[in-house]
Each structure stands twice: as structure tokens, then as C-alpha cells.
Nanobody, 121 residues
């Protein structure tokens, strides 16, 4: 059974940092693209950052230069280091996995249950 469990969310002030983690189990995550999505209240889900099995990364324009996605295949864990946090980063953050990077978020994506990030001004 595929399982993605996020942790590391919390409340911080503007300019602060957080590191999100996502532990994967139940499938061979080494060969999957993984990523972070977020959904703020009243807004659509947004792709934040993705990483392929070979380490190639992509970032949303809104977070580029502030967030860093990484993965530890030995530990089956995905990370999102967030710095320079802004109030507009407030959202529920979800871990996702799919066989292909382009299809992350589409049908066939595995999802975690999310971890809340709240940034106050």
C-alpha cells in the first residue's frame, strides 16, 4: 500500500524558515518523480516544486530562489526547505508521487494528507 506522510509544517513569522519532510513507503519511490503542491483557502491547488528520480528539479516562479526540494532515496524521504517565507505561502502543503514528472498532480498521482504552513506578517 502506497503511503506518503508529511511532517514539518507549523506557524512562523514572515522571513522565517521551515523544512517539510515526506516519508514514502509501499512502493519503490526511487524511480518515481516526487513533488510538493499547496492549496491555500479559496484557491486552486498549485504545484510548488518537483524532483525527478535523477534529481532534476523544477520550481514555481513564486518560490524559486527561496525553496529547495531534495530527496534522500536511501531513506525514501522527500524534503522541501523553505526560507524567506511570506504570508502568501500560507497553505496546506501536500507531497505527491508519480511515475513521470510531467504527470505529477494528474490521474495516477499518489498523495499525502498534507501539512499546514502558516506565515504571519
Amino acid at each position: 500500500q502506497v503511503r506518503l506522510v508529511e511532517s514539518g509544517g507549523g506557524s512562523v513569522q514572515s522571513g522565517g524558515s521551515l523544512r517539510l519532510s515526506c516519508e514514502a513507503s509501499g512502493y519503490n519511490s526511487h524511480y518515481y518523480a516526487m513533488g510538493w503542491f499547496r492549496r491555500a483557502p479559496g484557491k486552486e491547488r498549485e504545484r510548488v516544486a518537483t524532483i525527478r528520480a535523477d534529481g532534476t528539479t523544477t520550481y514555481a516562479v513564486a518560490v524559486e530562489g527561496r525553496f529547495t526540494i531534495s530527496r534522500d532515496n536511501a531513506e525514501n524521504t522527500l524534503y522541501l526547505q523553505m526560507t524567506g517565507l511570506k504570508p502568501e505561502d500560507t497553505a496546506m502543503y501536500y507531497c505527491a508521487a508519480h511515475r513521470t514528472q510531467l504527470a505529477l498532480g494528474s490521474a495516477g498521482t499518489f498523495w499525502g494528507r498534507g501539512t499546514q504552513v502558516t506565515v504571519s506578517s
